[in-house]
């Protein structure tokens, strides 16, 4: 059995806590990080790649206006390509039920700082010729994008480990406490010390959060992916639809991505699986928006796990019951784009005991009433 | 132009036109689409991410090399697919 | 209470054996294949209008092949058969059993099971080499097919390389069918042969067989060349010629327009995969495969499997094992068991097992071959991802497992989902981290099992 005593403790491997593990290096603070099975294989490696600030909840938006400035720069801080392009992100509305909402998300953003263009039924076709007749209008983001999520959690790890970071893999924690002087998690294979404790467990982070008695409803939540085979260029920007029933983008070699619906959660193994008729129905809608993609062929479908809170945006913060344990879990289903500032506004948070993000809206304490568990239902709005 | 493949056999069916970026070309019954465009070309379409073009690999369904293009807009195994008449292949001026 | 629903995916030995043994005992089910007419891919029926006589097209196993489809058209009546159907998706159905997604002639369909046979065959096994993407190289089994379901041949001057018995079975299939390969290079060692040879002469049948196909290669003056190494087809944009080194070390050059190559097989698992079945690693052929046992069971109770697909046997093992398989089903349903005819089966399957181990140790998979392999060849040849690339990711980007591999070079991400790359791969991967390739695991199969439209065909 391994024994680690560090400065910080990591509980998840995604990229939240990878980037977290880079920013406490950064700092000098010496960091383990214990993730269960491979550092960005989870919900953060398997998620549609959208980089996007549009559709957020207003409460989000700093947060994410921070975290899109961090994407220009991520392949100079990885020293590799994560595919990041801001194609803009194009919210679709389909009804003008739907152009109402994102007239009234428009002027809220804009209060915000975040610019979006509204475009009526002759801009949008003129933009997209291709786009099929059941849509009528549009809200365009053109800073946001898309990259490859399948790189950045792992590019992460790597730079982490670079800087002298310890993460272990295949390492599930079994249980983590307090004992006045100091923080014990021990994991398989390893027991670590440390002076923090970082939660960023994802769709376990309620359990984490458990083990000092603090609530925090987290339901798990699966997206439903699909990829068609490579196509000539088509698909421009990343595309959503209010309701976020499906989203769809095209990828630098071609493969269209899209999802929509969930597929099924296995917590037991902590493994996620597409459900085919969830596949076929986000096909079908993915047609109705673009009809072009008729005749292509799809070769993967695919689902990941995360955690989602009853009200879609997650935990981050420090815990009310334990000091020197801080809380990044629960993200709802568009933690991608958040990853990297995550990870500095949780060095901030252990390093200064406040983060210059404000993060009022995403405190544990407004689930200190909860009773009982969560079921997560509905669209994950993309 | 010459074909890849050669009709060891004959086939005593009904000839079944079609046409290979539009050039007339003639297959029996029987034939899968794969053999029928091989026996008038090299290859059946480009490779997407480099140079060169393929041929199809496995002929069996399972290795997906031999996906094509019709004029009608369809995507189909050639090895797996039977030639019909009037079927308009799109290689894309491969295999000449 | 209704008749249970056992559903057969693939309809070739195996398949066609397991569906009999179940419509004898009264059941009716389901025959689910992507074939358009039973017989599977050994014994595949040409499509109507490309018949030829079964002696033309089968040679020694015409009358095997005669017998399974003459059975394939008597089931068909008396079972529900789904021909030119594609299963690409299983799940779990509540409170047991599966649900099966399917693609076929009626376009998308659900079928519930209640239990699962699954003889879903084998494919040949690729492994790189210089010039190995070029148009005009094929596996052997494509070789044979263009042969047998088409009457064409691949080329006008072919070449075999392989390194399984499948080499001397095409070789004479081309030249009694008037295209005689200009070559036929085995990239196993000759000594591997002659130290397998006592046990092969257990099966006296095959071996007689196996020993005609070399002889009347040799008397056509064409013998086939074993330990030949650096394979390499020549060409830039076509195959022009096959290079490849003798085992004293010298080169050779002959002229051709189309090379078959393949290096043994491997089994088509991905439907095992998605219902849920363990896997585990078969040390001699160096594959994951389904676990099996010798009954036909799989690790996941209501599932079953037979043929190919669970473990490279051949056409007279699938058999075999199909009818084994059903009579497990059987015995599972609660139906009367003939023990006898399940003891004289495991006879058979026993002595089968020595003979395919013999077999396995005359034709070793040429592993070492990967060595060789240039950091430009194409491994993943969907992706057109590199061994380099490859190599790279193992020492530069801490990939240690395969479906890490995948997600961060693409290499197994392409329309076939890794069947072609993915050993290569994993032989490539293990032995740039210096492990043994089982350490590096398999890609995981994700539905669907091969593509399938974005709009539903009409």
Redesign the interface.
């Known amino acids: 059995m391994e024994r680690l005593t560090v400065d910080v403790a990591i509980i998840g491997g995604g990229t939240a806590a990878c980037a977290a593990a880079v920013a406490f290096r950064e700092t000098g603070l010496t960091v383990a990080l214990l993730e269960k099975r491979l550092c960005g294989a989870g919900a953060s490696g398997v998620n549609f790649g959208g980089v996007r600030q549009q559709g957020r909840d207003l409460a989000e938006l700093p947060l994410s206006q921070r975290a899109r400035l961090l994407w220009d720069g991520l392949n100079a801080k990885l020293g590799e390509d994560v595919g990041f392009e801001a194609t803009g992100h194009i919210k679709l509305a389909r009804s003008e039920a739907d152009m109402a909402v994102l007239e009234t998300y428009a002027r809220d953003a804009a209060e915000h700082g975040l610019a979006l263009q509204l475009l009526g039924p002759n801009a949008l076709r003129a933009e997209m010729p291709w786009l099929g007749s059941a849509v009528m209008g549009a809200s365009l983001s053109p800073t946001d994008g898309q990259a490859n999520p399948r790189v950045v959690g792992p590019a992460f790890a790597r730079l982490a480990r670079r800087l002298g970071a310890e993460p272990r893999e295949h390492a599930p924690v079994r249980h983590a406490a307090h004992d006045g002087a100091g923080f014990t998690v021990e994991a398989e294979g390893v027991t670590v010390r440390s002076r923090s404790l970082v939660n960023a467990a994802g769709a376990f982070g309620g359990v984490v959060a458990g083990w000092f008695g603090e609530a925090a409803p987290v339901a798990p939540l699966s997206p439903n992916m699909v990829v068609t085979e490579p196509l000539p260029p088509l698909v421009t920007r990343s595309i959503g639809v209010v309701g976020g029933d499906v989203y769809v983008r095209q990828t630098r070699r071609g493969n269209v991505v899209l999802g929509g619906g969930r597929g099924t959660a296995d917590v037991a193994d902590g493994l996620a699986r597409p459900v085919a008729a969830t596949s076929l129905g986000a096909m079908e809608k993915t047609l109705a928006l673009i009809p072009d993609l008729a005749h292509a062929q799809v070769i993967r479908t695919w689902s990941g796990l995360d955690g989602e809170m009853p009200d879609h945006i997650p935990v981050i913060g420090p815990s009310c019951t334990t000091p020197g344990l801080v809380h990044a879990f629960g993200f709802s289903g568009h933690g991608f784009q958040l990853g990297p500032v995550v990870g500095e506004i949780l060095a901030e948070l252990v390093t200064q005991g406040r983060s210059a993000s404000p993060l009022h809206p995403f405190r544990i304490e407004r689930f200190a009433d909860w009773r009982g568990p969560y079921r997560s239902e509905g669209e994950i709005e993309h | 132009m010459s074909g890849?493949?050669?009709?060891?056999?004959?086939?005593l069916?009904?000839a079944i036109p079609f046409t290979i970026d539009g050039m007339p070309a003639e297959a029996?019954?029987?034939?899968?689409l794969l053999?029928a465009i091989?026996?008038h070309r090299?290859?059946?379409r480009r490779?997407?991410?480099?140079p060169?073009?393929?041929?199809?690999?496995?002929?069996?369904?399972?290795?997906?090399?031999c996906?094509i293009?019709l004029a009608d807009?369809?995507?189909v195994?050639a090895c797996?697919t039977?030639v019909e008449p009037g079927m308009a292949v799109v290689t894309g001026g491969?295999?000449g | 209470m209704a008749e249970p629903v056992v559903a057969v995916v693939g309809a070739g030995p195996a398949g066609l054996r397991a569906t009999q043994v179940l419509v004898e005992a009264g059941l009716c089910p389901l025959l689910i294949d992507e074939g358009h007419r039973a017989g599977g891919q050994v014994y595949r029926r040409p499509p109507p209008g490309a018949e030829r006589p079964a002696s033309d097209l089968y040679g020694f196993e015409a009358g095997r092949a005669q017998t399974l489809h003459d059975l394939a058209d008597a089931l068909a009546p008396r079972i529900a058969y789904r021909p030119g159907t594609m299963v690409w998706s299983i799940a779990k159905r509540e409170p047991a059993g599966f649900a099966l997604n399917c693609l076929g002639p009626q376009g998308h369909g659900r079928i519930a099971a209640d239990r699962l046979v699954l003889a879903t065959g084998a494919m040949d096994r690729a492994l790189p080499f210089p010039g190995w993407t070029l148009p005009g190289v094929f596996t052997l089994g494509a070789a044979q097919i263009a042969l047998k379901a088409q009457g064409m041949a691949i080329g006008r001057r072919v070449a075999l390389v392989g390194a399984g018995p499948l080499l001397p079975l095409v070789a004479h299939q081309y030249a009694k069918a008037g295209a005689t390969p200009v070559v036929v290079l085995d990239v196993t060692p000759v000594w591997a042969k002659v130290r397998a040879a006592p046990r092969l002469a257990a099966m006296p049948a095959t071996l007689a067989k196996g020993v005609w196909y070399m002889l009347a290669g040799a008397l056509r003056g064409q013998p086939v060349r074993a330990g030949v190494r650096a394979i390499a087809v020549e060409g830039t944009s076509r195959v022009e010629a096959l290079a490849w080194e003798d085992a004293r070390g010298r080169r050779h050059r002959v002229p051709c327009d189309a090379v078959a190559a393949s290096f043994g097989l491997r089994s088509e698992a991905q439907a095992a995969d998605l219902a849920g079945c363990r896997f585990v690693f078969e040390p001699v052929t160096r594959q994951w495969q389904p676990e099996r046992s010798p009954e036909g069971r799989s690790s996941h109770p209501l599932v079953y499997l037979a043929g190919d697909g669970s473990g490279i046997g051949g056409a007279d093992v699938a058999e075999l094992q199909g009818e084994r398989t059903a009579l497990t089903v059987l015995a599972d349903l609660g139906r009367p068991r003939d023990a006898a005819r399940e003891a004289r089966l495991d006879r058979l399957l026993a002595r089968q097992a020595g003979f395919r181990a013999a077999l396995e140790a005359a034709y070793p998979y040429p592993h070492h071959l990967v060595e060789t392999i240039a950091d430009d060849e194409i491994v993943c040849r969907c992706e057109g991802i590199t061994a380099g690339a490859l190599r790279r990711a193992a020492t530069e980007r801490d990939a240690h497992e395969m479906n890490r591999l995948k997600a961060l070079t693409r290499a197994g991400m392409g329309r076939c989902q890794g069947r072609v790359c993915g050993h290569a791969a994993a032989e490539i991967l293990a032995r740039t981290l210096t492990v043994p390739v089982e350490t590096v695991g398999r890609l995981r199969g994700q539905a669907p099992i091969k593509p399938i439209p974005l709009r539903e065909p009409v």
Do not use: I, S
């Open positions: 890849l493949f050669q009709r060891l056999a004959p086939r069916g009904a029996r019954a029987g034939d899968l053999g091989l026996l090299r290859a059946l490779f997407e991410f480099g060169g073009e393929r041929a199809g690999y496995c002929l069996m369904g399972a290795c997906q090399d996906w293009g807009g369809r995507r195994r797996t039977l491969v295999g």
